[in-house]
T-cell receptor, first 115, second 115 residues
Framework: NAGVMQNPRHLVRRRGQEARLRCSPMKGHSHVYWYRQLPEEGLKFMVYLQKENIIDESGMPKERFSAEFPKEGPSILRIQQVVRGDSAAYFC?????????????FGPGTRLLVL | AQTVTQSQPEMSVQEAETVTLSCTYDTSENNYYLFWYKQPPSRQMILVIRQEAYKQQNATENRFSVNFQKAAKSFSLKISDSQLGDTAMYFCAFMKSGTASKLTFGTGTRLQVTL
């Protein structure tokens, strides 16, 4: 059973470009969460999605950031017009629809560097 | 809003010794979950142990155990027989119970296991 998959693992963008981060949850998991980790800090919640629905986006910046989890395919975190302050590690986690919903399993993260 | 505090930015322990990492939290919720995650140099987030607040018995996973004091809102992690592979950042995290929900993380404790 493959774990949570994220790609790319490393992403370099110039200021003003767009960044697209992908997350495939564990098999059988329908809840996806995105977290951001700035250098030397803990993880901060961004958004929680279920298939085709955003459940909680209280941690998402109001501008330039968006997330989706379509019926088919991976969850996508999109950052438009990136700035240097967006440089961080972005982690995706998933949890199952039934059973022990509360435990979240993390992917390896995407390290975004904005030049 | 929930907050999680880890007051020890860095700790060191010799191989085979025991070390305890501290975590306190603040919440008005009565039902919740607490977690310890490990982040080694690879930066992958790995679940170490979880505790349900309604359970009085402290959780144990092999060399890892917790001391959960609900009234004091304290959730410390004890690592016995420390191994070099335990070197990592350790994050304490809180989650409300009931539905799949976001994790609130502390700022982490960097643990170095030495020979």
């Amino acid at each position: 059973n493959a774990g949570v998959m994220q790609n790319p693992r490393h992403l370099v963008r110039r200021r003003g470009q767009e960044a697209r981060l992908r997350c495939s949850p564990m098999k059988g998991h329908s809840h996806v969460y995105w977290y951001r980790q700035l250098p030397e800090e803990g993880l901060k919640f961004m958004v929680y999605l279920q298939k085709e629905n955003i459940i909680d986006e209280s941690g998402m910046p109001k501008e330039r950031f968006s997330a989706e989890f379509p019926k088919e395919g991976p969850s996508i975190l999109r950052i438009q017009q990136v700035v240097r302050g967006d440089s961080a590690a972005y982690f995706c986690a998933s949890s199952p629809a039934q059973g022990i919903q509360e435990t979240q399993y993390f992917g390896p993260g995407t390290r975004l560097l904005v030049l | 809003a929930q907050t999680v505090t880890q007051s020890q930015p860095e700790m060191s322990v010799q191989e085979a010794e025991t070390v305890t990492l501290s975590c306190t939290y603040d919440t008005s919720e009565n039902n919740y979950y607490l977690f310890w995650y490990k982040q080694p140099p690879s930066r992958q987030m790995i679940l170490v142990i979880r505790q349900e607040a309604y359970k009085q018995q402290n959780a144990t996973e092999n060399r890892f155990s917790v001391n959960f004091q609900k009234a004091a809102k304290s959730f410390s992690l004890k690592i016995s027989d420390s191994q070099l592979g335990d070197t990592a950042m350790y994050f304490c995290a809180f989650m409300k119970s009931g539905t799949a929900s976001k994790l609130t993380f502390g700022t982490g404790t960097r643990l170095q296991v030495t020979l």
